[in-house]
C-alpha cells in the first residue's frame, strides 16, 4: 500500500500561509485526516517540540526525501475550531474556482498582524471605603493640597474602575499623579486588550413592528423547519417593499435564541450603514460590520470579537462571509442576484454558491433574498433545491408604483436632446412642487461598450452569439465569445441614420441639467467620485433621508435596497444601457435594475411614479420590469438562455492565458485548445480569441471558452490544466487563470 503524505501549515498567519510542511499520514490515522483537520506534529530537530498545524493538502506525492518525512502525531479533536472549518472551506474553492491553495487561504482566513492590536490601561481603586475617605479628608485638609489628586480619589470614589484615558483627558489628570498613586498602593493600572468597534456612534430605539400574515406565513414556515432540524437553503422571493428585513429580523431572532451566530450579507457598502441601524436597533451591540472601508486593525478586531463570541451577528459584503463564527446558525444573503456577489480577483468565487457550501458545513440554513432573484437561483428554487417562499404584496398593502415607458427614439424625432424626456421633465416639476422627493438613476453600465442608433434604437449585434459587439481602439467590433470582427459603421444598417454612435453622460452632466432646468433645486450625486471617503456613503443618504437634498442622482448604488419613504418619483435614464453590453447577462441585469429602481418610489404614505427612457420600448426585459412581472420575464429569459446553452442550462469555464510576448501567449492558448479538445469531444469551445482587453500594461490577454452541461466536467478540465502547468516546462513563462460562469464580460 502506497503511503499518503499531508501538506501542513504550522501558523494560519497571513505571513505563514507560503510556506507548508509535509508529513506522513500513518496507516492507525488514515481514516482520520482530511482537509482542514488539526493536528500534532513534530517540529524541528528531534522529537521533543510538539506544534499544532493544519492539513491543507493530501497527496500521495512526496515532496522530498520520503525517509526523511516525518509522520502525524496525532488529531487534534476540538469542535470549537473554526480555522478547520475555513480550511476546508478554502480547498473547495480552490478546487470549485481555480486558483492556488495559498491564494484560497488568504482569501477566508484573516489577517493577523500583532501591530494591529489595540491595548487599554484601566485604573482600579485598591482602596476600601473608609480608607479611601481617610485618605481623601487627608488630601483636602492639607495646605495647597493637589486639585487633581482630589479629583482623581473623588472620581474612583464613585466608581472603582475607570479608563485611563478618561482620567488622562476628561478629568485632566496628570500622568505623574496616577503614577503616585500606584506607588502609594491606592491603585492599580492594568493593560487589557480593547477592540475597536464601529458601531460605537449608533443610536437610537428599536420600534417593534407587527408582521402581516404575508410575512408570517414565511417566518413560521422557517422557524418550524428550524425546530425540526431541517437545515437547508431557502430563496425568499419578495417583491420591492412587501418587508423582506423585517422578516430576516424574525428569523435571526430565532437563531440568536438557539445561542447560534448568524452572518447577513448585502452586496454594496452604500447598504451597510441603514442595514446596520436597524439591525443594531433591533439587537443591539452583538451586531457588528465588516466591509473594505475599515481599516485593517478594524478588520481583525471584528474577526477576533466574532471568535470570542462578542458579536453574534456580522453584516458586510463578500468577505463578512468568512467571519469565523464557531457556531454558525444562519446566512442571510440579501439581494442575492447582485453581481457584486462575484469575486474579480482570484480565487473568482461566487459568494452565493461558496455560502451555500459554507452553511453545509456548519449545519445551518441559508436564506437567499430578492425581489429580482437569479434566474440561476430561481431555477434551483424551480426544482426543488431550493425551498421558495414567496410575498406577493408590499407592506400594508401599499401599490406598487406606476410605470411609464418613453421612447427616446420619438424623443429625438420631436426635437428633444435633453437627457430628461419631456413625460421625466414635467413629473419633476410636479413631485418638486409638491415638496416630494425625486432619484434619478443613470444606468451606467456597459457604457460605451456598444454602438446604438439613436434615431430607431438598433444596436450592432454579433450574427452568431445574439450579444451586442464591443467597441475596440482600433475602429473595429468585436465580439468577445466567438471572436467575430466587423468594421465601425458610420450610418445605421438599419434605418440609414447617421446618428449611430456611444453614449456619453454621466451622473455630474445629468446634475447641471438638472440644475439649469430646475433653478434653485438641490441635488446630491452618488457615484464612485462622491463616495471615495470612508463615510461618505452614509453622510449622502443620511443627507437625503433627513431632506437636505430634493433630488439624488446616481448609479446602481443608489437602487439597491435604500427606503426613503419622501420618494414620489423615480427617473430611470437609459435604461437599456445594460441590455446592450457583451454579455448574455445583459436581459436579467436590466430587468434587475429597472425593478430594484422603480421599488425606491412610493414606499411611504404616497404612491410612486416611475419613467423608464430608453431607445428599446419593446424588450421583454423592459416590458416585464415596467409591469414588475417577474415570472413573464423568467419564462422567456429562460427560453433565451436554454436555446443558446447559457448558464444554468449550460456551464461555462473562462481560461484566461496571459504574456509578456504575444506570439508567445497566443501559442499557449492554441497548445492548451488542442489539449482540452484532446480530453472530451463532447465540450463547446471557443477560441483561443483576445480577451475583452487585449493588452493591459504590456501584457497580452487570450481567452478560451468551454461550455458544457456538467459543472464537474469543467472542473476536470481545470484540474488537468493545472496539472499540464506543474508538469510542463513549455508553459514556464505563461500565467493561466480560471473563471467560471463569468459575471461581468470578457
Known amino acids: 500500500m502506497s503511503k499518503i503524505y499531508a501538506d501542513i501549515i504550522i501558523d494560519i498567519s497571513h505571513e505563514k500561509l507560503d510556506k507548508t510542511f509535509q508529513y506522513e499520514i500513518p496507516s492507525e490515522l488514515a481514516g482520520e485526516v482530511f482537509i482542514g483537520s488539526r493536528v500534532e506534529v513534530s517540529f524541528g530537530k528531534g522529537e521533543g517540540r510538539r506544534i499544532t498545524g493544519y492539513v491543507v493538502n493530501i497527496t500521495e506525492e512526496p515532496n522530498w526525501d520520503p525517509t526523511k518525512i516525518k509522520p502525524i502525531s496525532k488529531v487534534v479533536k476540538d469542535a ?99 503614577r503616585d498613586f500606584e506607588k502609594a498602593g491606592y491603585v492599580r493600572v492594568t493593560e487589557k486588550r480593547a477592540f475597536r468597534k464601529p458601531t460605537d456612534k449608533l443610536e437610537g430605539d428599536w420600534v417593534q413592528h407587527t408582521l402581516n400574515p404575508m410575512q ?67 439587537f443591539g451591540d452583538v451586531v457588528s460590520i465588516m466591509n473594505s472601508r475599515l481599516s485593517p486593525g478594524e478588520r481583525f478586531d471584528q474577526f477576533e470579537r466574532a471568535k470570542k463570541g462578542d458579536i453574534q451577528i456580522m453584516i458586510g459584503p463578500r468577505s463578512a462571509l468568512f467571519t469565523p463564527f464557531p457556531n454558525l446558525g444562519l446566512i442571510v444573503m440579501d439581494e442575492e442576484h447582485d453581481d457584486s456577489y462575484k469575486s474579480e480577483q482570484i480565487p473568482r468565487y461566487h459568494a452565493r454558491e461558496t455560502a451555500v457550501q459554507r452553511a453545509a458545513m456548519a449545519k445551518a440554513p441559508i436564506v437567499l ?116 470582427e466587423t468594421v465601425y459603421p458610420k450610418i445605421c444598417p438599419d434605418c440609414g441614420s447617421k446618428y449611430i454612435g456611444g ?10 441639467v438638472v440644475q439649469e432646468r430646475f433653478p434653485g433645486v438641490r441635488t446630491l450625486r452618488m457615484d464612485a467620485d462622491t463616495t471615495k471617503g470612508k463615510n461618505s456613503h452614509q453622510e ?31 427617473g430611470i435614464l437609459a435604461a437599456d444601457m445594460s441590455l446592450n453590453v457583451s454579455d448574455y447577462r445583459g436581459a436579467e441585469r436590466t430587468f434587475q435594475m429597472i425593478t430594484q429602481a422603480a421599488g425606491r418610489a412610493g414606499r411611504g404614505e404616497i404612491p410612486g411614479q416611475v419613467i423608464i427612457q430608453t431607445y428599446q420600448p419593446q424588450h421583454y426585459s423592459i416590458t416585464t420590469a415596467a409591469n414588475q412581472d417577474y415570472d413573464s420575464f423568467y419564462k422567456m429569459e429562460s427560453a433565451y438562455r436554454t436555446l443558446m446553452s447559457y448558464p444554468p442550462y449550460c456551464h461555462m469555464l473562462s481560461i484566461q492565458i496571459t504574456g509578456e510576448v504575444e506570439g508567445e501567449a497566443d501559442a499557449k492558448a492554441k497548445m492548451l485548445t488542442d489539449f482540452i479538445k484532446k480530453q472530451d469531444r463532447g465540450f463547446l469551445i471557443f477560441g483561443p480569441q ?48 480560471f473563471d467560471f460562469n463569468p459575471m461581468n464580460g470578457f
Open 216 to 282: 408570517q406565513r414565511v417566518v413560521d414556515t422557517f422557524i418550524n423547519d428550524y425546530n425540526q432540524g431541517i437545515r437547508k437553503p431557502y430563496l425568499l422571493y419578495g417583491v420591492t417593499g412587501s418587508g423582506k428585513t423585517e422578516v430576516y429580523l424574525e428569523m435571526i431572532d430565532h437563531v440568536l435564541k438557539e445561542k447560534k451566530q448568524v452572518i447577513v450579507l448585502i452586496p454594496e457598502i452604500s447598504l451597510t450603514y441603514q442595514t446596520l441601524v436597524r439591525f443594531y436597533r433591533r
Open 80 to 178: 470549537n475550531a473554526i480555522e478547520d472549518q475555513l480550511i476546508a472551506l478554502a480547498a473547495w474553492m480552490k478546487g470549485h474556482y481555480g486558483g492556488t491553495m495559498n491564494q484560497a487561504l488568504k482569501t477566508v482566513l484573516p489577517i493577523k498582524k500583532k501591530e494591529n492590536v489595540l491595548k487599554k490601561k484601566e485604573i482600579t481603586l485598591l482602596l476600601d471605603e473608609k480608607q479611601a475617605k481617610d485618605i481623601f479628608t487627608d488630601l483636602i485638609a492639607r495646605k495647597n493640597h493637589s486639585v487633581a489628586k482630589e479629583r482623581l480619589l473623588s472620581a474612583l470614589m464613585e466608581d472603582k474602575e475607570l479608563p485611563w484615558e478618561a482620567v488622562t483627558k476628561k478629568l485632566n489628570v496628570p500622568t505623574s499623579v496616577i
Open 503 to 512: 453614449f456619453r453622460a454621466g451622473t455630474e452632466k445629468i446634475e447641471e
Open 540 to 570: 449622502i443618504l443620511n443627507a437625503f433621508s433627513n431632506r437636505e437634498a430634493d433630488v439624488l442622482i446616481g448609479t446602481q448604488m443608489i437602487v439597491k435596497g435604500h427606503d426613503f419613504p419622501g420618494v414620489t418619483l423615480m
Open 369 to 484: 433574498g430578492s425581489a429580482t432573484p437569479s434566474v440561476e437561483s430561481f431555477t434551483r428554487a424551480k426544482s426543488g433545491e431550493y425551498t421558495l417562499l414567496t410575498m406577493e404584496n408590499r407592506v400594508e398593502k401599499r401599490p406598487l408604483p406606476s410605470c411609464e415607458i418613453v421612447d427616446l427614439r420619438k424623443e429625438l424625432m420631436d426635437g428633444n436632446r435633453s437627457i430628461l424626456s419631456r413625460s421625466l421633465q414635467q413629473a419633476m416639476e410636479a413631485a418638486l412642487k409638491r415638496k416630494e422627493q425625486v432619484m434619478l438613476f443613470i444606468n451606467r453600465r456597459g457604457l460605451m461598450g456598444f454602438v446604438s442608433c439613436r434615431a430607431c434604437g438598433h444596436v450592432i449585434k454579433c450574427p452568431h452569439c445574439d450579444v451586442s459587439l464591443s467597441m475596440h481602439k482600433n475602429g473595429k467590433l468585436t465580439c468577445h465569445y466567438c471572436g467575430y
Open 690 to 737: 483576445d480577451a475583452g482587453i487585449a493588452k493591459i500594461k504590456d501584457i497580452y490577454r487570450k481567452v478560451i471558452y468551454v461550455r458544457d452541461t456538467d459543472y464537474n466536467r469543467l472542473i476536470k478540465i481545470k484540474d488537468g490544466i493545472e496539472k499540464l502547468l506543474l508538469e510542463s516546462n513549455e508553459y514556464r513563462n505563461a500565467h493561466v487563470s
